[in-house]
Antibody, heavy 119, light 110 residues
């Protein structure tokens, strides 16, 4: 069974930093692209970033480019999102999501971790 | 403003058939496949339809998807109260090099 468990969320001040983690199990992590998707309170889904299986291809939404960094450690079956220069508008539940082996769109989703940016 | 356009709301009575539209452009829906996700209140999104019209194992055949040109649709037949949820379409956008989502449609079962 595919399992994705996010951690690292919490309350941070504007301008601060936070590192999210996603622990994967139940599949061969190193074979799949991964995504981060966020959802602000009461709002829709917003894609944040994608990383290919070997980290060769990395993409970011314009809203986070230059501030967020996605990475993965295939030996540890883990996905990360380093978030710097956080803003109030980054407040959201952040989901880790696995893509299928045939494409890029999210297939399996974690339960999410809440990030709140507030003074 | 979402890249993919969905109606903000839809509704139907139990047993009815409802459809939710998703409009895009040549750089996303027009050249790539579409997924649909269901998000029940307080839960994570769940894949409902992939590759335009394929259902993952466990998804009832009451749910179906289609795509034509730069638009896609999700149809739900035999509407049930447990179908009350938010529904999102998504596609890869070749111009943005990004996954793009619709703004979501809140389905109410009257």
């Amino acid at each position: 069974e595919v399992q994705l468990v996010e951690s690292g969320g919490g309350l941070v001040k504007p301008g601060g930093s936070l590192r999210l983690s996603c622990a994967a199990s139940g599949f061969t992590f190193s074979s799949y692209s991964m995504n981060w998707v966020r959802q602000a309170p009461g709002k829709g889904l917003e894609w944040v970033s994608s990383i290919s299986s070997s980290s060769s291809y990395i993409y970011y939404a314009d809203s986070v480019k230059g501030r967020f960094t996605i990475s993965r450690d295939n030996a540890k079956n883990s996905l990360y999102l380093q978030m710097n220069s956080l803003r109030a508008e980054d407040t959201a539940v952040y989901y880790c999501a696995r893509a299928p082996d045939y494409g890029d769109l999210p297939e399996y989703w974690g339960q999410g971790t809440l990030v709140t940016v507030s003074s | 403003q979402s890249v993919l356009t969905q109606p903000p709301s839809a509704s139907g009575t139990p047993g009815q058939r409802v459809t939710i539209s998703c409009s895009g452009s040549s750089s996303n829906i027009g050249s790539n496949t579409v997924n649909w996700y269901q998000q029940l209140p307080g839960t994570a999104p769940k894949l409902l339809i992939y590759s335009n019209n394929q259902r993952p194992s466990g998804v009832p055949d009451r749910f179906s998807g289609s795509k034509s040109g730069t638009s896609a649709s999700l149809a739900i037949s035999g509407l049930q109260s447990e179908d009350e949820a938010d529904y999102y379409c998504a596609a890869w956008d070749d111009s943005l090099n990004a996954v793009v989502f619709g703004g979501g449609t809140k389905l109410t079962v009257l």
